[in-house]
């Protein structure tokens, strides 16, 4: 191109009789391009010159640089030949000819890179796709149980042989799931058939473990015993897996029958006892009956277990509960002390309210030192009115008022809370046991059960404070509280017997002025006469009237409200007749004339006899 251009400027000099320009001069080879041009523009001929040059020069010039021209050509082509072929000569090798540039393709999309590289990845994505496709209309409610069936029957066929490459995505798993829960027996048992070599591995997957819940929940009694014998031998390796733990907890806590229990457990005692494991029990007492001599083996075992499951945070499944439970309930003191560490006293507060848990829980209290006590009273900081209003849970808020000597400790985290929430606590029978403890630790109102359970811990070595002075100084801590919030709510406790009788203990023992509930009450009799014979409003009286804390003082105040009208309803009945009788039997009250002259003006004969009656009379004669 470059020797063309400069051969056509060549021909247009000598059609004007000018001379070859000059290389480095402006006007074409020069610096400034534009500038020639422009001097080549103004030096073109006009058309009269182009007509008057000789044709004969022009023609002669034009063919003699056209066959130069043409010559050359030729020699280059010869010479491009030639080297051609010396260069096939050498390499033996054809040649080869760079294809033309393609236009390039247009970019794919999102989707479309998605799905080219799932394809790349997995050989089976064709089916795997119609697979989801099938389960989207099989998984709708709005289809019949005939019509999801027909579904269920195309996956199987779709899936067979192939279920064990699909469990372990969360996807294709639920596809499984859906097949165990709305198909029929059959379908489970070839989901069953399938997974059986693969349903260790299938445990401990991240998705896989909701399925082999699935099948548990669905399976029947055969199919169950058929997956325990997969299971069999493998549950301590399963126990200590982060997600297959939750397979065995399930299995063991809801499906186990009461042998398969006993040889999950004897699983974790070591290898000789496992052998033995159809005569054993789930319960190491019973086993160190028959072998006491392998004791130290067994607990160093679940000693081993114990530390793997608090390390990894496993303590919240019953399983592993129950195999720490069997450990402090036989080791000893020290032993305990030694397994308590900061990271079971975080897990602590997850547990309380499990029978086991709880039982955990009472034991780090007794055996753990001041410093451990005063760490797990720290993690209960914001849970103490569920624990509380829980069965279990109460019971390691009475081994704390039990053990606990740093009872301002206790008054900031757990009596002030109690206080807080006193409405909800009393409204609960094990919310109602605590306040009772507070009143009366181990008293009447304690069951004998749970007397038992609390002696282990008395006598322990981290417990220096006598139990009497311990007991005044919690009941001096919550007894104000307790009065202003039963003054409050006298009229509705007294709907229900058993916080009735809260009441009436509540006001018989703390030793601050009750006064408060004391005025409640006789304004409640004043303002029904007939109040007095309800049963839980006589038996509360009685019981206030009958001791010295309360006696006097409610007695002033009952004949202060009591006039002629309300001493004829009161004698007309048999419990207003006894409660007038305990009024005046002890004499005490400073006003006691005034219910005498009362009761001078009353016409027993007109009253209707009763053992109460018969006495108020009896007694008056004295």
Avoid at 365 to 386: E, M, P, Q, Y
């Amino acid at each position: 191109s470059f020797k063309l251009s400069y051969y056509n400027e060549y021909k247009s000099y000598l059609r004007m009789g000018k001379a070859k320009p000059k290389a480095g001069k402006a006007g074409t080879y020069g610096k400034n391009k534009s500038e020639g041009k422009a001097k080549l523009k103004a030096k073109k001929p006009s058309m009269k010159a182009k007509k008057t040059a000789k044709p004969v020069q022009k023609s002669l010039v034009s063919k003699e640089l056209m066959e130069v021209i043409k010559e050359k050509r030729k020699e280059k082509q010869d010479s491009r030949k030639q080297s051609l072929s010396e260069k096939k000569a050498q390499k033996g090798k054809k040649r080869k000819i760079k294809d033309t540039p393609k236009e390039p393709a247009e970019p794919l999309k999102k989707k479309q890179l998605k799905k080219l590289r799932k394809s790349n990845d997995n050989d089976d994505y064709e089916n795997i796709m119609k697979i989801k496709k099938v389960w989207e209309k099989a998984r709708k409610n709005t289809i019949s149980k005939a019509e999801k069936l027909e579904y269920i029957i195309e996956l199987k066929g779709m899936m067979k042989g192939k279920v064990e490459s699909l469990m372990f995505k969360h996807d294709l798993a639920r596809v499984v799931q859906m097949i165990l829960k709305h198909g029929t027996s059959e379908h489970n048992d070839f989901i069953i058939e399938e997974l059986k070599p693969h349903i260790v591995e299938l445990s401990k997957s991240k998705y896989g473990k909701f399925t082999v819940n699935c099948m548990l929940k669905n399976s029947t009694k055969a199919q169950r015993n058929t997956m325990f014998r997969c299971f069999s031998g493998n549950f301590k390796k399963l126990a200590v897996h982060a997600d297959a733990v939750s397979v065995v907890d399930t299995f063991y806590n809801e499906y186990a029958t009461s042998n398969q229990r006993t040889e999950i457990i004897t699983e974790f005692y070591g290898k000789d006892l496992y052998l033995y494991r159809d005569l054993l029990s789930e319960h190491l007492s019973k086993v160190l009956e028959s072998h006491p001599q392998k004791k130290d083996s067994i607990l160093a075992e679940l000693h081993k277990f114990s530390t793997v499951f608090i390390d990894k945070g496993l303590t919240g499944y019953i399983i592993t509960q129950h195999l720490i439970l069997q450990y402090v309930l036989h080791a000893s003191a020290e032993q305990i002390h030694e397994l308590i560490s900061d990271k079971l006293i975080e897990q602590l507060v997850n547990f309380v309210h499990t029978k086991e848990g709880s039982k955990i829980t009472m034991r780090s209290i007794w055996f753990g030192s001041a410093k451990h006590r005063k760490n797990i009273l720290k993690t209960f900081k914001g849970h103490v009115k569920d624990m509380c209003t829980n069965e279990n849970g109460y019971l390691v808020l009475l081994a704390v008022f039990d053990a606990v000597d740093d009872t301002v400790m206790v008054r900031k985290v757990i009596l002030s809370e109690i206080l807080e929430n006193l409405d909800t606590i009393v409204m609960s029978s094990s919310g109602r046991s605590v306040i009772n403890y507070l009143l009366q630790p181990r008293g009447k109102q304690c069951h004998p059960l749970i007397i038992e359970m609390l002696k282990p811990g008395d006598g322990n070595a981290f417990s220096k404070k006598e139990s009497a002075v311990r007991s005044s100084e919690l009941l001096a801590c919550i007894a104000s509280g307790l009065v202003s919030n039963f003054a409050a709510n006298t009229e509705s406790m007294l709907l229900d017997n058993a916080t009735a009788l809260l009441l009436s203990t509540a006001a018989m023992t703390v030793s601050t002025d009750v006064t408060p509930i004391l005025q409640e009450l006789a304004q409640l009799c004043s303002a029904d006469h007939k109040f007095v014979e309800g049963i839980t409003s006589h038996v509360t009286l009685r019981n206030l009237l009958s001791c010295e804390n309360t006696r006097k003082r409610l007695s002033e105040l009952l004949i202060d409200i009591l006039d002629t009208d309300m001493v004829k309803v009161w004698v007309s009945s048999n419990r207003g007749c006894f409660t007038l009788l305990r009024i005046i039997e002890h004499g005490e009250a400073d006003n006691h004339d005034k219910l005498l002259e009362e009761l001078k003006k009353i016409s027993f004969k007109a009253v209707s006899t009763s053992v109460g009656r018969d006495k108020l009379v009896e007694f008056l004669k004295k």
